[in-house]
T-cell receptor
Framework: GAVVSQHPSRVICKSGTSVKIECRSL??????MFWYRQFPKQSLMLMAT?????????EQGVEKDKFLINHASLTLSTLTVTSAHPEDSSFYIC????????????FGEGSWLTVV | RKEVEQDPGPFNVPEGATVAFNCTYS??????FFWYRQDCRKEPKLLMS???SGNEDGRFTAQLNRASQYISLLIRDSKLSDSATYLC??????????FGGGTRLMVKP
């Protein structure tokens, strides 16, 4: 079964609106989660590292005011794409580390965002 | 030079064939290595970790060559269901992963 759950799996929003994506660790606590973005036919690119109880760490070139990350609990991190534009349309994936399985990283199912 | 490099393919092979992918990494201090499989429009899923001594899981064999800084994945007796993109993933420490661009495999009847 899924170890990390992501919701929604698909979302279509209008340009200028905001959309929130949730990432949950199931049956384990994740102090750190990671958010990736993947454009068609490209590799996953790390956007930010989400830390429970503190500010997220963003990768170079990722606008922290546009991609708001909140990690308010040990099982939930959220990514909010604010004032979305069509170029933000992408596949967004989160991941978390399950330490009991040898620090294996598991991914959520991913969220397809289409901004129209 | 990219941190983790893979031949994007596609590798088109017939069912039953043996196919091998290589992946090179630039950071000699890299600590752990993985192969993930990603199906179209889905999330990556761990296929296997890669150990210095090499490891095998059924039809899949992974090897690590630290001296030459590459890892390999060998798939024997290819199945149609093996068609996917195979991602080479390197951990440089601190739980940070770097992904290769992926190698696309297409197994045909």
């Amino acid at each position: 079964g899924a170890v990390v759950s992501q919701h929604p799996s698909r979302v279509i929003c209008k340009s200028g609106t905001s959309v929130k994506i949730e990432c949950r660790s199931l049956d384990f606590q994740a102090t750190t989660m990671f958010w990736y973005r993947q454009f068609p036919k490209q590799s996953l690119m790390l956007m930010a590292t989400s830390n429970e109880g503190s500010k997220a760490t963003y990768e170079q070139g990722v606008e922290k005011d546009k991609f708001l990350i909140n990690h308010a609990s040990l099982t939930l991190s959220t990514l909010t794409v604010t004032s979305a534009h069509p170029e933000d349309s992408s596949f967004y994936i989160c991941s978390a580390i399950l330490r009991l399985s040898g620090n294996t990283i598991y991914f959520g199912e991913g969220s397809w965002l289409t901004v129209v | 030079r990219k941190e983790v490099e893979q031949d994007p393919g596609p590798f088109n092979v017939p069912e039953g064939a043996t196919v091998a992918f290589n992946c090179t990494y630039s950071n000699s201090a890299s600590q752990s290595f993985f192969w993930y499989r990603q199906d179209c429009r889905k999330e990556p899923k761990l296929l296997m970790s890669v150990y210095s001594s090499g490891n095998e899981d059924g039809r899949f064999t992974a090897q690590l060559n630290r001296a030459s800084q590459y890892i390999s994945l060998l798939i024997r007796d290819s199945k149609l269901s093996d068609s996917a993109t195979y991602l080479c993933v390197v951990n440089n420490g601190g739980n940070m992963l770097t992904f290769g661009g992926g190698t696309r495999l297409m197994v045909k009847p």
